[in-house]
């Protein structure tokens, strides 16, 4: 079946930076959109960033669009989020999502079907 794992929140400086991983395994990686969603505490989940299964396409929400890049290694299964100049309003877990059908890019939370256990992102003012 399919797995998504996130690594490599944590808590840093308003100011600073951090990179998330996702490993993905159980689908053919290179053919599948990838997102990044998040939560905040008592709201709802949502969309951050999603690139393309070739990653010739990005798309970002406008609360981070200029300081979050998306990418993918698709010869190691992985999909990364590189954040920087953080906020504290960027506090929130953090979901790796892959939606139900391969050649599909797609940005809403109900068009993903697979989400990883998220990783946690505090940012101290």
């Known amino acids: 079946q399919v797995q998504l794992v996130e690594s490599g929140g944590g808590l840093v400086q308003a100011g600073g930076s951090l990179r998330l991983s996702c490993a993905a395994s159980g689908l053919t990686f290179s053919t599948y959109t990838m997102g990044w969603f998040r939560q905040a505490p008592g709201k709802g989940r949502d969309f951050v960033a999603a690139?393309?299964?070739?990653?010739?396409?990005?798309y970002y929400a406008d609360a981070v669009k200029g300081r979050f890049t998306i990418s993918r290694d698709n010869d190691n299964n992985r999909v990364y989020l590189q954040m920087n100049n953080l906020r504290p309003d960027d506090t929130a877990v953090y979901y790796c999502?892959?939606?139900?059908?391969?050649?599909?890019?797609?940005?809403?939370?109900?068009?993903?079907?697979?989400w990883g256990q998220g990783t946690q992102v505090t940012i101290d003012s």
């Open positions: 690139i393309s299964w070739s990653g010739g396409a990005t």
């Open positions: 999502a892959a939606p139900p059908e391969s050649n599909l890019f797609v940005t809403g939370e109900r068009q993903y079907a697979y």
